[in-house]
């Protein structure tokens, strides 16, 4: 498939899968419907030439296509019923698609819907909303074809059964979900920013992927600021993407970071989505980390990152952002502060972070026996390569 | 679409308890019964409920290699037990839940929100 194709493909999945899904009240149903008339394009588009209107062209053939296979379908119970709903869909292809309503956000709610299991509300998401192929998220995700499509079957069946709607949820439901769906974005995003040099490049193509759709839902919901707070945190953390691995695989921590590997124009676009964010006057937990790593990228003062930090952990007290802050304090110069503030956390064992801040800490105060320890606590709870050899290289430095 | 909701609760809880207090505890989640059924009869007019007598009175039976055993409830060890249910036919999943969620038991024991088989 040429680029341009399969990027057409991809805006116009969700479109179409939206509106089919709207009239057929089932997602499977739709995808169906929608993955024939694909198919046709495929046959069709590179002979004929690609049509004045590709999502008017797929909305109608996948109409059509779905009528003749109601109409093959002899004991379906709501035959009469979807058919005359169907007909009710646009048939000519060169209408405008615009003119038919948008279901594009209903379809992300629906993929994100809290009944899921997480990763089924990833893998339907980037399926649904974001129209890669199975192939391409079971390889991003490092699990089987027969796995994922496994999982996107259940996922479609629960829908089902359970009565999932297929909607934008009413006001009085949206600051709950809201969140869900920037969640499944930010999962998206850090499955692939958390790839390392060596692994392929369709991982890595999860964040761009993360930022459309953060994109879309920005387009999608004008006045939501974590929308934008989101979309801002991720083009700043993209913008550095380059810098966070030196040369033999080692992971770079901020503060070594060589700032001419960062990505200017993200950082100028992370920086200005982030000004609309907080125009809107609503400060949430995406829009404050979008804050501190716009500090980092413009070089703001530590206390300034520290005080942006105990904000975060007013409206969001979990123990990573207690850890976060007590490292940004310290860095602002107060490393017993910070290393008493990494005592108090709870509910964090197991995590090799942890001990990783603490034995930094200690050895900054030339406490190296204690440093030590806690670099062994941390090797035990990580294999993660570039992450050990770091430890390890920490470790001897304190003489361990 | 038709859900079960499923009301589970710790009844121990009322185990050894005087009438008085029994009575007291009834009239204080009162309140909460009576936004419920307003709730309910708006969101489903046909909606209906029943109450089980305690799972302690329960009795188990099984059929093991052609013979029926019988032995007293409750069948699982857990704490909470199914105390009562209602049928429901509802819009979708988010309006079961929010009916679910007005159960007086739901806050103090749990409730289960299960879609019907349809065929």
Redesign the interface.
């Known amino acids: 498939m040429t680029l341009s194709l399969e990027a057409t493909f991809r805006e116009e999945w969700p479109r179409a899968v939206g509106i089919l899904t709207r009239v057929l009240g089932d997602l499977s149903l739709a995808e169906d419907a929608v993955q024939d008339a694909f198919a046709t394009a495929l046959e069709r588009w590179p002979r004929d030439g690609v049509p004045r209107s590709p999502g008017a062209w797929i909305v109608a053939t996948a109409r059509n296509g779905a009528i003749d296979r109601l109409r093959r379908e002899k004991t379906f119970a709501r035959k009469a019923e979807l058919l005359a709903r169907l007909e009710g869909v646009p048939a000519d292809e060169d209408a405008d698609v615009s003119s038919i309503p948008d279901e594009r956000l209903a379809l992300l709610f629906t993929c994100c ?1 809290p ?1 899921l299991a997480v990763d089924a509300r990833i893998a339907l998401t980037l399926r649904e909303v974001a129209g890669l192929q199975t192939p391409e998220i079971a390889r991003a995700f490092l699990v089987t074809e027969p796995a994922l499509a496994q999982r996107l079957v259940r996922a479609k069946r629960r829908l089902r ?5 297929f909607r934008v ?1 009413p006001d009085h ?1 949206l600051p709950d979900r809201v969140p869900d769906v920037l969640r499944v974005l930010y999962l998206v995003f850090n499955e692939g920013y958390a790839a390392t040099a060596g692994e392929s490049l369709l991982r890595r193509d999860l964040c761009a992927e993360a930022i459309r759709l953060a994109k879309l839902v920005c387009v999608l919901m004008p006045d939501e600021p974590e929308a934008f707070g989101l979309l801002a945190l991720l083009l700043l953390q993209d913008a550095r993407r380059e810098a966070r691995v030196g040369d033999d695989g080692e992971l770079v921590l901020l503060g070594d970071q060589d700032r001419r590997l960062w990505d200017g124009a993200s950082i100028d676009e992370g920086l200005r989505v982030l000004r609309r964010a907080e125009s809107l006057r609503r400060p949430g937990p995406y829009q404050l980390q979008a804050a501190i790593a716009a500090g980092h990228a413009e070089g703001a003062a530590p206390h300034v990152i520290a005080a942006t930090y105990a904000a975060l952990e007013q409206i969001d007290p979990s123990p990573i952002v207690r850890l976060n802050r007590a490292v940004a304090v310290a860095l602002a110069g107060d490393v017993e502060e910070g290393l008493a503030l990494i005592e108090g956390i709870e509910g964090l064992d197991g995590y090799s972070y942890l001990p990783a801040a603490r034995a930094d800490l200690l050895r900054r105060l030339d406490r190296n026996a204690e440093a030590a320890a806690s670099y062994r606590e941390a090797l035990a709870l990580t294999d993660n390569a570039p992450e050990r050899r770091f430890l390890e290289r920490r470790l001897r430095g304190v003489g361990g | ?1 038709k ?1 079960a909701l499923l009301v589970y609760s710790d009844q121990s809880d009322w185990d050894g308890i005087s009438e008085e207090q029994a009575a007291e505890r009834r009239a204080e989640s009162m309140p909460r019964w009576i936004t419920l059924f307003e709730e309910m009869g708006k969101a489903d007019p046909d909606a209906g409920g029943r109450e089980l007598v305690a799972a302690a009175e329960a009795k188990v039976v099984r059929v093991v290699d052609g013979e029926t055993v019988i032995t007293d409830g409750p069948f699982a060890e857990t704490k909470e037990q199914i105390g009562g249910l209602f049928l429901t036919t ?5 309006e ?1 839940i929010r009916i679910a969620s007005l159960v007086p038991a739901a806050e103090y024991g749990s409730m289960e929100v299960r ?1 019907i ?1 349809e065929r």
């Open positions: 819907h009944a059964e359970t009565g999932i709607p949820p439901l | 679409m859900y509802l819009p979708d999943l988010d079961a879609p088989v």
